[in-house]
Every structure is written in structure tokens, then in C-alpha cells.
């Protein structure tokens, strides 16, 4: 028997005909660059008998422009890598309703092999459409939340282990606790959609593709700690993203998804949008809320931590975009469901940005414990080179470099290796084997040495030592000693600064000394 909230949810569901072929046309920030707006524009242009989409992107960038056909809501036909001279027999295709079943194809396959939590429906719905998101069973989760205690809400998601994905994968349910159990009259939940870390662009693909899904696991956890605020911290350089979010946003409005009393509960909750300064260490939640309130872009000392005094010293929730992402899915499945994937201490799924010298990249969500060598392999098709893999960036700047013989080791939360080499936000950058990984170091050094906010003495001085230092690593000065002291200044670093981006600095040194001893 569904709940008052639920029927009324689904009272917006489409009466759509389902005979009417739809065609979604992949449209992102990655696939504009090989020209996704113009195959749209030649589209629209074609008067062709269907419903035409502009759909996010599902992740395989390679395939890049992708155009998706649909008879009778299921996909039949799948374009990969569409000119402009593929427009015409598109065309024809759909006008004649011809089905060649040409779905099963590279796209499908990889798409098969993913564990879709996340980024269920990216790439395959559209994102303007918030009625759509419903009839894929969007909001369920959110009615389903309405009509439970607060903290049997916090419950399920505690049950469900889920961590942060942001990068230090701090227990969400626990945040969630720490905010409800936090006695004030004004609570905010704070999205963190910054995203600055270089190799790393899953939240855009999440923003861009099912905003939705986003929304609706913020209002899960501002209706779990009873904050009547929302607020998404955007990258000021994701205009795209920041298109479709406020789209989705006024759509929630109108359905009364948002706002006063919403589904016809007594919850009321507002949503901002504040766009961010910009930076890697704009990543980071307490230099993310004092830009927020127009101060510098730098760090707090902590305690005391945002969910005590964050955004206006008031209790504030701050998580990552992929974060809320699982969230519906707990609350629509139960916590039980979500622990079905991944392994033990690390449930559910994780997001993987895969760039570099790899013959596949893209974004792909796989199950935790998933080996990096696999997700190389059959997700990226390999490396490039004569010896692909010669190593893999972990992390971005703030984590370490593995070789291509400790590609074996899983993707888990926390470290992955004795270095301090971490996951991080899911970042992976294949190196191929002409690469100088000295010099590679040197760039992710020179990159935290600029990106400095200059606050704590540590971080400020001794990231431009460890360039210098760098610099001089030749097999001339290239001592045991020279190394030691550089391996001490490293350990420095990270042990005395105050946020993550210091804290990380000397781990790319240290798995380079550790991996690359002569």
C-alpha cells in the first residue's frame, strides 16, 4: 500500500506514448569539444518523427558524440562517434522506423559491466525532465523519507555503511548524526560540487547527467537532520552543470519536490546555489564554507568541525556530489541492498575517473575492491605503449604514483598502500612507459606548491623545498643521504599542515622514493 507522499509523487508521473521513438543525443562538457552541440543542432534541423533529448553523458568519453535511439522506451540503436556525415542516415533510421538492433555493440557491453548506483539513468534520460526522473523511479526515496522518523532515516543510511566519496570517506551516517544530535535554531546541508582536483570530473558528469539524483539525496539528509536550507557549492567553471541543476531545481519547485511543505509534509526546505572561487583547496569543506561567506580562500582550524559550527556557525552537513547520489538508492532498496555490492568495510560502489595514456577513457562506476589493473584493462582497453601501465597516478596531486607491477592492489577507501598513497576522489591517470615519472613527480609538486593557500608555515614553505629539492635529484647529487633528507621533508609536510591538499603534498615524493629507488 504506498503512502500519501508516494501517490502523490507519482500523480506527476508521464503518460508518455511509448510508440513515439525518443532520441537522446549525449551532450557534456567533454563531448562539446568533438562537437555533441553540433550533431544536436544538425538533428533538430532534420525534422526527424521523434522525440528529440539533450541527455548527459554516460561516462564513455571515447565514444564521444554518442546518439541513443529508443522504440518503446527500451534502446535499440546506439551511434558512436557521429559526424556530421552520420546525420543524414540517423535520420533516415528513425523516420523509417527501421530497428537494425545494432545496441549491442562496445558501448553496451562496457555499460553492462559497470555496477550502476550512481550514475543509474546518465546518460540514458533526460536531465531537463524532472516527470522522467520519476517514472525511473526518481523521489521514491524521498517519499519513502518523508514518511519515516528522521532518525529511523539516519538509521537506515548508518546501516548501510556507506562512506563519504569525496576522497576521506568519513562514515556519512555519522555526519548525519553529529548534525541532527547539534541543538540550533538554522542547519544548512552544503553540496560540495567544487570539484578542482586535477583527473577528476565524475560530480560533472553526475550534475550534468541526473541532477535529480543529487537533489533528491540532499533532501533526504536535510530532512534526516532537519535543515531547512540547501545550498550547492558549484565550480564556476561547470557552466553546463550549473545550467541543468538550476533547471532541475526550478522543476522541483513547480512540482512542490521544494519548498513550503513539500509533498504535501510538513517539511519545508529552500535551495541555493552559490558559485565557487575555484582552486583545489576550495575542495576542502571548511576553506569551501569560508568562501561561502566571502572570506579567504584558506582553511579552519578544527575543531571545531562543521557539523558543529560550519556555514554561519551554524551545524552544517557538508558532503560530496556522488555522496548523495547512493543515498535514494538506500532509502528506495534498504540499506541491505546497497551492502550487496563492494566487499566488506568498503560497500556499494565508487566512481573512477580514467584519463591519461589509455586507449578508453571515461568515467565508470565499479564495485569497491574492483583491482586498478582491471579497470585499466577492460574499462580502459589498456595503456598506450609498447609496456602500457608503466604507472598509475592514484588520486590526484595530493596522493602517490603505483608502478604498473602494483596495479594488483584494490580500490579501497583510505590508503592502498604503506606510502600513504590513497583512493582519494577516484582519480586514476595512466602513464605510459616513455614517461618520465621523475618529471611527472616534479609537476604534481610545482601544482601544491602553487596551489598553497599560504595559511599554515609547513605547507606554505615547504612545498616550494620539495621543487627545489626535486629539481636537483640527479644521479650527480643523487645520495642516499640527498634522498633521506627529501624523504624527511616530506614527512613534514604532511604531518604539520592543516588541510588535506598540505597533508597530501609529500605523498607523490614518497611512493617515487619508494618505487623508483635508483
Known amino acids: 500500500m504506498k503512502d500519501n507522499y508516494t501517490k502523490r509523487l507519482l500523480s506527476f508521473n508521464n503518460k508518455e506514448d511509448v510508440k513515439t521513438p525518443k532520441v537522446m543525443v549525449q551532450v557534456g562538457q567533454c563531448s ?39 522504440y518503446s522506451n527500451k534502446t535499440t540503436s546506439i551511434f558512436n562517434n557521429v559526424s556530421e556525415n552520420d546525420v543524414e542516415m540517423i535520420s533516415n533510421e528513425i523516420n523509417s522506423l527501421k530497428k537494425k538492433g545494432n545496441a549491442n555493440n562496445l558501448a553496451t557491453e562496457l555499460l553492462n559491466n559497470q555496477t550502476r548506483i550512481a550514475m543509474a539513468q546518465c546518460g540514458y534520460s533526460d536531465p531537463s525532465n524532472a516527470k522522467s526522473y520519476i517514472s525511473e523511479g526518481g523521489y521514491i526515496g524521498l517519499a519513502k523519507a518523508l514518511g519515516t522518523k528522521q532518525d529511523e532515516v539516519i538509521s537506515e543510511i548508518e546501516e548501510s555503511k556507506l562512506l563519504g566519496r569525496g576522497g576521506a570517506y568519513f562514515p556519512t551516517g555519522l555526519k548525519l548524526q553529529a548534525v541532527r544530535k547539534t541543538e540550533s535554531k538554522s542547519k544548512y546541508v552544503v553540496i560540495n560540487a567544487e570539484e578542482g582536483e586535477p583527473g577528476v570530473f565524475k560530480d560533472r ?17 536535510a530532512y534526516a537532520v532537519n535543515a531547512t536550507q540547501i545550498i550547492f557549492y558549484i565550480n564556476a567553471k561547470a557552466k553546463l552543470s550549473l545550467a541543468r541543476l538550476k533547471n532541475a531545481i526550478d522543476q522541483c519547485y ?106 578508453r577513457p571515461g568515467v565508470f562506476e565499479v564495485q569497491m575492491g574492483t583491482s586498478i589493473d582491471k579497470i585499466i584493462k577492460i574499462f ?24 604498473h607491477n602494483q596495479l594488483h592492489i584494490k580500490i579501497m577507501p583510505g590508503r592502498i598502500h604503506e606510502t600513504g598513497i590513497m583512493l582519494g576522489a577516484g582519480g586514476l591517470v595512466v602513464l605510459k612507459d616513455k614517461t618520465n615519472v621523475l618529471q611527472f613527480i616534479k609537476n604534481l609538486a610545482k601544482y601544491n606548491a602553487d596551489e598553497s593557500c599560504g ?15 626535486l629539481e636537483k635529484l640527479k644521479p ?17 609536510v604532511s604531518s604539520a599542515s592543516l588541510c588535506g591538499l598540505g597533508q597530501g603534498a609529500g605523498t607523490p615524493i614518497k611512493s617515487f622514493l619508494h618505487f623508483w629507488p635508483d
Do not use: W
Open 455 to 469: 595559511k599554515c608555515t609547513p605547507c606554505r614553505e615547504g612545498t616550494p623545498r620539495i621543487v627545489n629539492m
Open 476 to 492: 650527480s647529487t643523487d645520495t642516499a643521504a640527498y634522498r633521506e633528507e627529501l624523504s624527511d621533508l616530506a614527512e613534514v
Open 205 to 221: 558528469h553526475l550534475l550534468e547527467g541526473v541532477p535529480h539524483r543529487i537533489i533528491e539525496g540532499a533532501i533526504i539528509s
Open 380 to 403: 580502459g582497453g589498456g595503456g598506450i605503449g609498447e609496456n602500457p601501465e608503466n604507472a598509475v597516478s592514484i588520486g590526484g596531486p595530493s596522493s602517490g604514483v603505483l608502478p
Open 254 to 359: 513547480k512540482l512542490n519536490i521544494l519548498g513550503q511543505n513539500i509533498l504535501g509534509s510538513k517539511y519545508s526546505v529552500e535551495v541555493d546555489i552559490i558559485q565557487g572561487a575555484g582552486g583545489y583547496v576550495c575542495g576542502e569543506e571548511t576553506t569551501l564554507l569560508n568562501t561561502m561567506e566571502g572570506d579567504r580562500r584558506e582553511p579552519r582550524i578544527k575543531p571545531p568541525f562543521p557539523t558543529e559550527s560550519g556555514y554561519k556557525s551554524s551545524p552544517t552537513l557538508v558532503n560530496n556530489c556522488e555522496t548523495l547520489s547512493n543515498i535514494p538508492f538506500i532509502l528506495t532498496n534498504g540499506a541491505t541492498s546497497f551492502k550487496r555490492f563492494g566487499c566488506e568495510n568498503a560497500y556499494g560502489t565508487k566512481i573512477i575517473s580514467l584519463s591519461g595514456d589509455v586507449n
Open 32 to 70: 562539446n569539444s568533438v562537437g555533441a552541440q553540433h550533431i544536436l543542432a544538425l538533428l533538430k534541423s532534420s525534422n526527424i518523427s521523434a522525440d528529440l533529448i539533450e541527455s548527459g553523458c554516460d561516462g564513455l568519453c571515447f565514444l564521444a558524440p554518442k546518439v541513443i535511439l529508443q
